[in-house]
């Protein structure tokens, strides 16, 4: 099973940005499609970004053209670089591959 630690998250002002890691353990990292999903207190679980083996990304309507998803096979990472924040992207960000989920890391966004 794959392990998954996330990090990058933080405290920022609105308009700021983050970059957030995630890095896996295992051999099949590059073969898996890999997702970023957020949930904020008292929502559900939101899917924000996914990208595939192959490198094609999908996000979420409400940060399209300020997030963006990327991966390095060669370090078992995938990351996900957030732009021009807003105070509604305040959420526990947690990555996912197939089964396996990391422990999550805290986005705040201040007003």
């Known amino acids: 099973q794959v392990q998954l630690v996330e990090s990058g998250g933080g405290l920022v002002q609105a308009g700021g940005s983050l970059r957030l890691s995630c890095a896996a353990s295992?051999?099949?990292?590059?073969?898996?499609?890999m997702h970023w999903y957020r949930q904020a207190p008292g929502k559900q679980r939101e899917l924000v970004a996914t990208?595939?083996?192959?490198?094609?990304?999908n996000y979420v309507e409400s940060v399209k053209g300020r997030f963006t998803i990327s991966r390095d096979n060669a370090k078992n990472t995938v990351y996900l670089q957030m732009n021009s924040l807003k105070p509604e992207d305040t959420a526990v960000y947690y990555c996912?591959?197939?089964?396996?989920w990391g422990q999550g890391t805290q986005v705040t966004v201040s007003s």
């Open positions: 990208i595939t083996s192959g490198g094609s990304t």
């Open positions: 996912r591959s197939s089964i396996s």
């Open positions: 295992g051999r099949l990292f590059s073969a898996n499609a």
